[in-house]
């Protein structure tokens, strides 16, 4: 069965997730763990809410949900900004135990002008700070595009955080369909290429995501702007290719493309109604 759902929003709890991805056809999503924009202020947790959801997942058979950190953390940065970020990171841990079956995505961070080899060695030295045990959620890096001075723009720089980290087995990546074609990854004419890349460079074992989406801009044009589903220039036959590829056909699959909830749930019938 694919492994299908989308970004959406956490302001009414989990259990309002869970029954909302469930009518749109789904069986994961991803949700940001606090305002992305901004994030220190917090709700305090709603126990029984966790509680009732991790009941209707296992019900109903969820794959792995995705909690996705806030965009302003940046564990590349310094001063306030890194012990903002390192406190949130730490906190978000904490509060994503409660839930059973999920990850924990981010964005490495963009070391502004530093360069990314210092900008990688703040981000393995901040996770290596907040990160102290194997046991916890399983901590993401997203791929991205390589706008501006954002480190992971590609496979090699996610290589390089992943091999300074302590405790490897807490580490995973989350594969961008859109930022990994801005980056000039040709996953539309050249998926087999890409993947082995991958697996040469981390090892495709690392690969416990996809974010599907397709791309408003061309390979190679670093800009991250997500676009729906055959909409962008990734297109359908190509985002067909990705979610029945062997190599990647099992993962779970996070919808990011501009939509409402029924455009989301166009886009899983669509989805769900190619998977062979
Ligand atoms: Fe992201
Ligand atoms: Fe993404
Ligand atoms: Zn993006």
Not at 81 to 105: C, G, H, Q
Not at 237 to 260: C, G, K, S, V, Y
Request: proline residues 3%; glycine residues 8%.
């Amino acid at each position: 069965m694919l492994k299908i759902g989308c970004h959406l929003s956490s302001s009414k709890g989990y259990l309002n997730m869970g029954e909302e991805i469930i009518s749109l056809g789904g069986n994961t999503f991803q949700f940001f763990t606090r305002n992305p924009q901004g994030g220190s202020k917090l709700k305090p947790l709603d126990l029984e809410d966790i509680k009732k959801f991790n009941e209707l997942a296992k019900e109903h058979n969820f794959a792995y949900i995705v909690a996705h950190a806030p965009y302003t953390m940046n564990l590349a940065s310094k001063d306030s900004i890194m012990e903002f970020s390192k406190n949130m990171l730490k906190e978000d841990l904490e509060r994503i135990t409660y839930l059973n079956n999920v990850y924990y995505n981010f964005h490495p961070g963009s070391h502004i002008g530093a360069g990314s080899i210092e900008g990688i060695k703040k981000i393995v030295n901040s996770l290596n700070e907040i990160v102290q045990t194997d046991e916890g959620p399983l901590i993401l890096l997203e791929t991205m595009a390589g706008k501006g001075s954002e480190i992971g723009r590609n496979f090699q720089e996610i290589k390089d955080i992943l091999d300074g980290v302590n405790y490897k087995s807490r580490f995973g990546v989350t594969l961008d369909t859109c930022h990994v074609f801005d980056a000039g990854y040709d996953i539309k004419t050249n998926l087999d290429k890409v993947l082995q890349e991958f697996d040469n460079i981390i090892g495709l074992d690392k690969l416990k995501v996809i974010h599907l989406n397709d791309s408003l801009n061309t390979l190679n044009s670093h800009k991250d702007r997500h676009a729906k589903i055959g909409l962008g220039n990734i297109g359908n036959e190509a985002i067909i290719n990705i979610i029945n590829h062997p190599l990647l056909r099992n993962l779970p699959f996070i919808l990011e493309t501009p939509n409402d909830l029924s455009g989301y749930k166009q886009e899983i019938a669509f989805l769900k109604e190619h998977y062979k």
